[in-house]
Every structure is written in structure tokens, then in C-alpha cells.
């Protein structure tokens, strides 16, 4: 009997290759005719057996009889009358007639349901290979194993007239169903997810018993009965010990169930019409169309993808979602969406936001999502963050034909609503900022848990008032945030790089809080910028920078407010506002080498060192090529003007040199001179080429220790009390200025800070 069944396998996965090739009439052909060996085909193996009278009255009212008694191969899953006689009282039918006919159309969904498409035995049930087929080796068998499994069965629902959206035009047209997928949930599946099958299978079929341990398998809510496959004449048949209902697509399921509508509601705004393919509208003789939605998962389509020939992705892929009722989703607005927020109600909420809502409600997996992986935490939202569900807390729980369903009275705050990006979420003050999340493809990393950040929220003000302006423009084909370009004087959309650069400049990570008392410097995720924070009060480096103006008058200091999640911190972090009228940028313009190699103005801090540069030589046509290399950061101490002019006597090779008392430097140096001085100037410059650079120097930064100058000399960078140091020797250290905070001047190529004293 082994061998019999090993070359009835051969020849039916052999003949349904052929029908998937070719539509040439095999029928004649000798070499693929069944056996002789071969008695009874699926209908007359029922028929002998008795008790399956009304599976078969079912099979011949709804059309099917030619399929079971023919030559087709297949599959069957067949119930006995007793298990008929069950689900028609159950369902209000007296008989498979009366069934036939009140709901014709349901009865022959129901029986094609039991009908697969090609032949599958016993070992293909439990672990079906799409790809290797029978040659799989026993490692490729692990691979996966069990995972495929949904098999394509004869059952679909008619042709629909839908009237939606078409090229943006409310039109009515045809929609075409394609044939429903069995779920077969086998013991390796469980076993390969590493999770116990019968409390999770029964999580989804509370009324069935799972039978399937010791390498068997459950249909859908039947169990089967045998302990291996019927062979029949035409494919294999297996007896189920109920009626296998036919599963909808998760849309039709959730649609069908008035508790959700709100949800379908806000999912069907995305809904588009997309042509079927050719293939099939040109059988039907007419173009047909399937219900689509856009940038969201496709799950009012009954295949995961189109093309019948793509059976791993057909047999595999399905789709995990966890669907707020109408109840969870008035309640998480009303707590999430406060009426100052500037949404008062489902519809007003910008479809960016919508977007997102409904993507978190689906997980990552393509494999069904069971309730076990939900509770060890494996199982991620479609965007890659924490699923906040509780599975014994859900209400519905849905198998359908193209995945399941966590349908829930309750719901958490999605991930990236309760996250540091949240506030961009919730209020339509900070709506530029979000499309600069979501633009900038940075949203997914602020929202995990992994790590804590500060966020500063950027006003729609702000982005207004911003040089360039920015603004967020409605289109027809929907929102775009652009900004102003003087080139040609119009609004262009904002690019990736630009938004990235946006919300980067008002991100920290690894930090818990902005501190409202004292000094604290904050590294934000754009390398090198910092924001200072003094007394509750913050400003940025760029900011910070326009202090070395001589006309700059006031403080870079502006209040900040922090922005809670109903009184709380958000998930991962905190979130805060800022008074200034523009958005805060990254250092830019003139670099720290361009100024002090033009810095002319005696008004300014560093004239006195900038013009030691020029008198030693190391400045031609404003740039030092003997010092500054490219793609280079440097550490610089500048002594300030009343520094040098105190010490110019006792600066290697300025002995010539005088300092007047509006610090105007007068006298010549010799050839000899000039070279002390540039030997004595290279020692303050510190360089990432020769040295390990990571952050500025500052008060409580991890630049600290030995470094190699660009001069004979090495450096000594030290804190003391809040205070930054350096020297050439530990004796001999000069202290920061702190009339600046101990903050450095930070540029793209280094940073500046003035001490009280030259280096000796």
C-alpha cells in the first residue's frame, strides 16, 4: 500500500503541474491516465462507505458532483450526516434541500469549502513544501515547516457590483472574488512557532477540539478523523468530524459586524479599485476589478497576492490584526484627542494620522499571530513597535481566510501615539512636524522602546516663520510640507534629507529629561549640535554661536515647556516646546577655521589670536592649508584679547610685538620669529586626524584626557568643578572662561573655547 500511495503522490502532483501549464486535452493520453490499480474515486469511496448521504446530496445540488466523481484531482474534506444534520439545525435548515433551497449561494460556498484544489496526502497536510516539493531534504523540511498552511479550495463567492472610487470618480463596477484558502493547522506549525497547539488553537475555536497532536493536523474548526489519507482514484479524501464553515476575508468579517463599522469606516477611506488581471477579466469576457486600499494591507482580497502561480506567498502569507470596536475607538479619541487639541471628532483627524492608526493595528508577522507569541512578546506591529494588546482581554477572536482577528472593547494607545513623537500625533499645532516625521522616516526609531529620547516639538508657527519659510500645502493628491527656495522664488516639496535634518536637530537619545535648574548640554542626534540648557531655559549651538557677533545683544536662551501625555511622561521619553520664533537649525555658515582665519575686528573675541595667525604666517588668502585639512574637526583654545594682550612678552617669538589697549597689534616679526610663533600657535589646535573626537569639550562630556596638537606639544583637556581645563601639563592649566558657561562654540569642522590665559 506504501508503494501504491508513493506512485498515486507522483502522479497527482504530476497531473496538477500539467493543469497549472498547460490547457492541452490530456485526457487520451495513456501515460497520464490514473492507474489501474486505482478503484474509486472520492465520491465512490463515500458512497461505499455510507453515512455521508447528505455530503453527497450537498456535492450534487451545488454542482460539485462532476469534480468528486470525475477524474479532477482534489482533495475532500468530507462530514458525515451526523455532523451535517448538526449545522444545519444549527444554521435554521431542516434538510440539504431546504438549505438548497433558501440560500443556494451559501450552500455551494459551504461544499466547495470542502473541495482543495490538487491532491495533498498525509505528510503534505502537515507540512506542505511550495517550493522543494517531494525532493525536499530533511533539513529543508524544518525550514518553515508547517507554515504553509492554507490550500486553496473551490469555494468563492459570485461577481459583486461595488460602487467606490475609480481614478478618484465614484463609479460602479465589477468585483471579482477569487476562491477562499482552508486554514490547516498542523502539529508542526505550533511546534516550529514554539508554542503550545491546543490552548492556542482553541483560542480561535473555543467550540472545537484540537486532535492534531502526534504529527496531525486540524481543519480549520474540524478535527480529522483518520489517521492517515483515503486514496482514491482522483486525489486523497479525509473525514472531518464537523461541517467546515467558509471563512471571509478579514474585511467582509469585520464589515459584517456592526460593533466594528467605525473602524471599517475609517479603513474604507483608503479604498481603490484595481483591475483584476487580464487573465481573469478576459475569461469572464468583461474587466473586473478587486477592492484594494492603498498603502494599507489588501484585506478585502481574498489571495495575499494575485497570481495563482505564486504558491508559497498563496499558501503562507496572511495578515494579524488587532481591530478596535466602535466602543475602543470612541473611547481611546476621547481620551487621547482633547477638544484644545484641535480634532473634535473621527472625521476632522488628518489622514496622516489615520494612516498610522490603522497601520499599528496590524502585526509585522505574514504567518498567523497566536495568543502565546502575543504574551512572550515576539510579535511586533507592522511598524516594527510593541504590540499593547492582552490577548485573554480580547473580545472577538477570528480566524479568517486570509488571517485573524484580535477584535477589542479595549485598546492601549498604539505605540507611536503613547511615544515622544505622540504630541505631533495629537494636537494640530505641531501638523508640520509630523509630515516632517513621517517624511524624515524617523518616526518607527522614536517610537521604540529601546531607548529614551527627548523630543522638542516644533510649532506650525514656527515652520512659517522659519528662513526658509515652510509651510504645509493641501493638494489633491493630499498633503505636502514644502519650503521656500530664493532660486526661483516658489514652494517646492521638502526632501527627505532636509526632513531627517529637521526632526534630527530636535531629538536627543539616551536621555531621560531637559533639567530646569542649572547647566546642561544635551548632544541631539545631529552630530556635533548641541542644545544648552541653563535655568529652564534652552537654546541650540547655532544659537549659542551668534554670541561671537559684537552686535549680538540679549541672551540664545528661550523657555521651554514640557508637553505630557495626560499629565504623564510619553512612553519612551519626554516631550517639550520651545519660545522662539523660528525652527531650531544646525550650525551653519562661516566654520570655526574660516573665522579665526579672517577674524579681523578687534570687537571681536578671537581678533588678537586671529591676528597671531596672520603675523606667524599660517593664513593665506583666508584659509590655514598647514593647519586645516578637510573632512577635519579641531579642538581650539583661544586665548581671549586681554589673555594675549597680558602675556604677548611671554609668547614664543613676539617679542617684537605689541598689544595697545584697544588691542591693536603693531610691530613686525623676522623669518626666525615667525616660526617660533607658528610652532607655538599649531599646539592649540587639537585634530580629529590624530585623534579620536566623539563630542566637544564641556561640562560633563567624555572629551576629556591626553591629545596629540597639530604642534610638538600635547594637550590635557580637564574638568574640576563644572569647569573645563587645558594645558600642556597638569601645572600649568588654564581655566575656561566662564563667561560662556564653559560651553563650547560648536561648528561643523570644531569648536572654540576661550581661556582665561595662553598655554605655556
Known amino acids: 500500500m506504501t508503494n501504491k500511495k508513493t506512485q498515486l503522490t507522483k502522479f497527482c502532483v504530476l497531473l496538477a503541474s500539467l493543469c497549472f501549464m498547460s490547457c492541452h486535452d490530456i485526457a487520451d493520453d495513456d501515460h497520464y491516465k490514473a492507474p489501474d490499480w486505482l478503484k474509486g474515486n472520492a465520491w465512490e469511496v463515500l458512497e461505499s462507505e455510507g453515512n455521508y448521504n447528505m455530503f453527497l446530496k450537498a456535492v450534487e445540488l451545488t454542482g460539485f458532483k462532476p469534480i468528486v466523481n470525475g477524474q479532477s484531482v482534489l482533495t475532500v474534506m468530507a462530514?458525515?450526516?451526523?455532523?451535517?444534520?448538526?449545522?444545519?439545525?444549527?444554521?435554521?435548515?431542516?434538510?440539504?434541500?431546504?438549505?438548497?433551497?433558501?440560500?443556494?449561494?451559501?450552500?455551494?460556498?459551504?461544499?466547495?469549502?470542502?473541495?482543495?484544489?490538487?491532491?495533498?496526502?498525509?505528510?503534505?497536510?502537515?507540512?506542505?513544501?511550495?517550493?522543494?516539493?517531494?525532493?525536499?531534504?530533511?533539513?529543508?523540511?524544518?525550514?518553515?515547516?508547517?507554515?504553509?498552511?492554507?490550500?486553496?479550495?473551490?469555494?468563492?463567492?459570485?461577481?459583486?457590483?461595488?460602487?467606490?472610487?475609480?481614478?478618484?470618480?465614484?463609479?460602479?463596477?465589477?468585483?471579482?472574488?477569487?476562491?477562499?484558502?482552508?486554514?490547516?493547522?498542523?502539529?508542526?506549525?505550533?511546534?516550529?512557532?514554539?508554542?503550545?497547539?491546543?490552548?492556542?488553537?482553541?483560542?480561535?475555536?473555543?467550540?472545537?477540539?484540537?486532535?492534531?497532536?502526534?504529527?496531525?493536523?486540524?481543519?480549520?474548526?474540524?478535527?480529522?478523523?483518520?489517521?492517515?489519507?483515503?486514496?482514491?482514484?482522483?486525489?486523497?479524501?479525509?473525514?472531518?468530524?464537523?461541517?467546515?464553515?467558509?471563512l471571509e476575508t478579514i474585511h467582509t468579517t469585520l464589515k459584517n459586524n456592526p460593533n466594528y463599522s467605525d473602524f471599517v469606516s475609517l479603513y474604507d477611506t483608503y479604498a481603490e479599485l484595481t483591475e483584476a488581471d487580464q487573465e481573469t477579466s478576459t475569461t469572464l469576457g468583461k474587466v473586473v476589478y478587486v477592492l484594494t486600499h492603498g498603502v494599507l494591507p489588501a484585506i478585502a482580497c481574498e489571495w495575499p497576492v494575485r497570481d495563482y502561480r505564486m504558491v508559497s506567498s498563496l499558501e503562507r502569507n496572511s495578515y494579524t490584526i488587532f481591530a478596535p470596536s466602535n466602543q475602543a475607538i470612541n473611547h481611546f479619541f476621547t481620551t487621547y484627542w482633547k477638544p484644545e487639541s484641535g480634532y473634535r471628532s473621527l472625521n476632522q483627524l488628518d489622514p496622516l494620522i489615520l494612516q498610522y492608526f490603522i497601520m499599528q493595528s496590524f502585526a509585522s508577522d505574514m504567518d498567523p499571530v497566536f495568543p502565546e507569541e502575543i504574551k512572550k512578546g515576539l510579535v511586533q506591529t507592522a511598524y516594527g513597535t510593541p504590540v499593547n494588546v492582552n490577548p485573554d482581554e480580547v473580545d472577538d477572536r477570528l480566524f479568517c481566510a486570509n488571517g485573524v482577528v484580535y477584535g477589542m472593547n479595549n485598546m492601549e494607545a498604539p505605540a507611536i501615539f503613547s511615544s515622544v513623537v505622540g504630541p505631533a500625533f495629537r494636537d494640530t499645532t505641531y501638523q508640520c512636524f509630523m509630515y516632517a516625521l513621517d517624511l524624515s522616516e524617523l518616526v518607527l526609531s522614536l517610537a521604540s522602546n529601546k531607548s529614551q529620547f527627548v523630543t522638542l516639538m516644533p510649532a506650525n508657527l514656527q515652520f512659517n516663520q522659519n528662513e526658509p519659510q515652510m509651510r504645509l500645502n493641501t493638494t489633491t493628491q493630499g498633503k505636502n510640507l514644502e519650503v521656500y527656495s530664493d532660486v526661483d522664488g516658489n514652494f517646492a516639496n521638502m526632501g527627505s534629507g532636509q526632513a531627517r535634518s529637521i526632526v534630527n536637530m530636535h531629538t536627543a537619545s539616551n536621555l531621560a529629561e531637559l533639567k530646569t535648574s542649572g547647566i546642561q548640554v544635551v548632544e541631539t542626534n545631529t552630530a556635533f549640535n548641541y542644545w544648552f540648557v541653563r535655568d529652564g531655559k534652552i537654546t541650540t549651538s547655532a544659537l549659542f554661536n551668534e554670541q561671537l557677533s559684537p552686535t549680538y545683544q540679549g541672551s540664545p536662551f528661550v523657555p521651554f515647556h514640557e508637553i505630557t501625555n495626560n499629565g504623564q511622561a510619553w512612553d519612551n521619553g519626554r516631550a517639550y516646546s520651545y519660545d522662539y520664533p523660528k525652527l531650531f537649525a544646525e550650525a551653519s555658515g562661516d566654520g570655526l577655521t574660516h573665522r579665526l582665519a579672517v577674524g579681523n575686528d578687534k570687537n571681536y573675541e578671537y581678533y588678537l589670536f586671529a591676528q597671531l595667525l596672520q603675523k606667524a604666517g599660517l593664513v593665506v588668502n583666508g584659509t590655514m592649508p598647514t593647519i586645516v585639512s578637510d573632512d577635519t574637526r579641531y579642538l581650539v583654545f583661544v586665548p581671549t584679547n586681554e589673555a594675549i594682550k597680558n602675556n604677548i612678552a611671554n609668547i614664543p617669538g613676539c617679542s617684537a610685538l605689541k598689544v595697545a589697549e584697544d588691542y591693536t597689534l603693531s610691530g613686525n616679526l623676522s623669518s626666525s620669529n615667525k616660526t617660533l610663533l607658528a610652532n607655538y600657535l599649531r599646539n592649540y589646535f587639537v585634530s580629529s586626524l590624530m585623534n579620536t573626537i566623539t563630542s566637544y569639550p564641556y561640562p560633563g562630556s567624555s572629551c576629556k584626557g591626553t591629545f596629540y596638537t597639530m604642534g610638538s606639544e600635547h594637550l590635557s583637556i580637564v574638568e574640576n568643578g563644572g569647569r573645563i581645563y587645558a594645558g600642556f601639563d597638569s601645572d600649568r592649566l588654564v581655566g575656561v572662561t566662564e563667561k560662556y558657561y564653559c560651553l563650547p562654540f560648536a561648528f561643523a569642522d570644531g569648536c572654540m573655547h576661550f581661556i582665561d590665559g595662553i598655554l605655556q
Open 79 to 246: 462530514p458525515n450526516d451526523e455532523a451535517w444534520q448538526a449545522f444545519l439545525q444549527q444554521n435554521g435548515y431542516s434538510s440539504v434541500e431546504d438549505m438548497n433551497t433558501k440560500d443556494p449561494v451559501e450552500l455551494k460556498k459551504t461544499v466547495g469549502y470542502h473541495l482543495m484544489y490538487y491532491a495533498y496526502d498525509w505528510a503534505k497536510m502537515v507540512n506542505f513544501r511550495p517550493n522543494e516539493g517531494d525532493g525536499a531534504t530533511d533539513e529543508q523540511k524544518q525550514n518553515a515547516a508547517g507554515l504553509y498552511y492554507k490550500h486553496r479550495t473551490r469555494s468563492a463567492d459570485g461577481l459583486e457590483q461595488y460602487t467606490g472610487k475609480l481614478n478618484g470618480v465614484d463609479t460602479t463596477v465589477t468585483i471579482y472574488h477569487y476562491e477562499r484558502y482552508l486554514p490547516v493547522m498542523s502539529s508542526m506549525l505550533f511546534s516550529t512557532k514554539g508554542i503550545d497547539a491546543k490552548a492556542n488553537y482553541e483560542y480561535f475555536y473555543p467550540n472545537s477540539q484540537w486532535t492534531g497532536d502526534n504529527n496531525g493536523f486540524n481543519v480549520s474548526n474540524a478535527s480529522v478523523t483518520d489517521n492517515d489519507a483515503v486514496v482514491t482514484d482522483n486525489g486523497y479524501l479525509y473525514h472531518v468530524n464537523q461541517v467546515v464553515k467558509p
